[in-house]
């Protein structure tokens, strides 16, 4: 079993199954630039550095990297019908504990930069869930997000949202 | 009570008790800011920041302990030796007052040099924004200047400057012989070391002050006259439809033409936080800059009593140097809080805490709770990449969209963006 070391922004050492790296786009591009596949390379010698990933977020990408381990890239894939956003138990489980705070999006984060489709898609659908069916004030006090809007703005949006409702 | 009774009374309580807790508040700023997460407090600013308050609150220090050993409680009975090289006989006042004189002197200098680089960091910050954004090739990142203009090996320099010159220039004054002032109790009074050193002390500081106000003075003129000169150039530019543009640019409000900033223009909204931004800076260096300069005319009266051996006039200044000394020295916490909301956030963060435990009642309410106790939530979220807001998006029905655009302006623009319209054609 080939080991390949990530090293995080706070300089923590991860040893990572190769196998499980396919899921990583990003990754995978260093891997296959810095010839780590080749017999003759000592892959172990050639940790890969992470700069924009700290190390208790890459400890969760690879617990989850762990588990959905030889599953397929969905492409574009949206099996969503109207009436929900489907995410299966075990990630609904995993974001959960995250969920509305900054650790989830830090994941959201490491997943787009790590160009791991599979989690950036099922993040950002936990994350839709937590928009569904809310007004925009309620979205921004869950989120913590402040309102730029003046009130004549906000009724120029209203007017222009006005077919939708 | 007359007000000539009260005043001694307030005087003694603000310098024995007030001020020492002003340095406890004032270092509790400066250890968050060492502490602090965000990337901003990493700036060459606030570096300097903290090399100047350290320098503040040591210098406040110096003086309280003077105050307390040599003023209220009469520690040194022994007056007759005043040299700083021992013999076996004589435990010498001379030496910890010369010390401790030494390194007030010290730190007040190396203020004026620290107050001076955090001036020059708000003024660069200011001036080379403007430069850059008269140049659309160019991308503008307020933010960032700081770090592309003051590099780590050019602020290392700056700091040991800071540190360095005060302590070469008063290096001599713990050696000279003190000179103390008789008091109607037999005590007597530490007055600094003899004539001409002190003098030549006072001169270093002096110097310092006109340091001071030779570099930032012309510094905020310059800023003033760029930012009128850019504004004219931008409304020239601009024409009458992008005016709206230029008066968000400057900061102001044009009424009637806010649609402008309703489409999706990051330029714009950029140009919004500059102009606050600016604004913002403007007014830390102006604040800043004022009262060190109060500060600066005290001493330089003092200096020039001294020379001309004016006796009332050393002791009225004397006797005046609590205010210029508080307003020169915790102007700078106070601006910092006033000015920066992350230092807000990061030194008011317990309160807000202790504010949000008493939120949660219902499922709802206790999200609303969580995401307050996580004061950063809403910079991670304004720091997600377009691309994985655009996919969340994707996952939502029509009208879940149209009330997620109404969240802020960044979720208006990307809700409207074109990938996303199959799902309010199609969807929902």
Known sequence: ?165 | MSVSDILPIVTLIYSDVVEPIFCVFYAYILVRIILGKSSEFRSAFYKFSVATGVAAITNVLLIWTMRMVDVRFPVFHQRGCNSFFLDETHHHPAVFCNIDSWLSHLCALAISIGKTLSVSTRFTAICFAHRRDVNPRKSLDIENIDFQLWEGRMVKICLCAMWGIPFALYAYLPFLPASFGPTPNGYGVYLGITNPGFLMAKAFATCGYFFFFGSTIPMLFSHFEDSESVHKKAWGRLGPVGAGRAGLFSGGNQPGLYFLSLKPNIKSQARVSTGRHEKILGFYAVVLTTSHMIKSIHQSIWFIALIIAYKELQTAVIGLYLIPNTLSAFAEPVLLLVTSKKLRDEVFSCMSQGRSTTVSMTAQSSAVGRSRRDTSLAVYMSHLPDLCLIEICSHLLRSDLCYLGKTNRRMHSLTNDRSLHRIKWKRG
Not at chain 1, 17 to 43: F, H, P, Y
Not at chain 1, 89 to 108: I, N
Not at chain 1, 121 to 136: D, H, M, R
């Open chain 1, 1 to 165: 079993m080939v080991l390949i070391t990530l090293v995080s922004s706070d300089e923590q050492n991860f040893p990572v199954e190769r196998e499980l790296l396919k899921q990583s786009g990003t990754i995978e591009t260093l891997i296959v630039n810095m010839n780590l596949d080749d017999e003759d390379t000592d892959a172990a010698a050639m940790p890969i550095p992470l700069p924009n990933v700290k190390g208790d977020v890459l400890e969760k990408v690879i617990q989850w990297m762990e588990h959905h381990k030889g599953d397929p890239v969905k492409e574009g894939d949206n099996e969503d019908n109207n009436a929900e956003i489907v995410v299966p138990q075990w990630d609904d489980d995993f974001f959960k504990p995250a969920m509305y705070g900054s650790k989830h999006l830090e994941l959201t984060v490491a997943a787009s930069y790590l160009d791991i489709k599979n989690l950036l898609t099922l993040s950002c659908k936990a994350i839709s869930n937590t928009f569904k069916g809310k007004t925009g004030p309620q979205i921004r006090e869950e989120w913590g997000v402040p309102n730029e809007f003046t009130p004549e703005e906000e009724e120029a949006i209203r007017k222009e949202n006005e077919w939708s409702e």
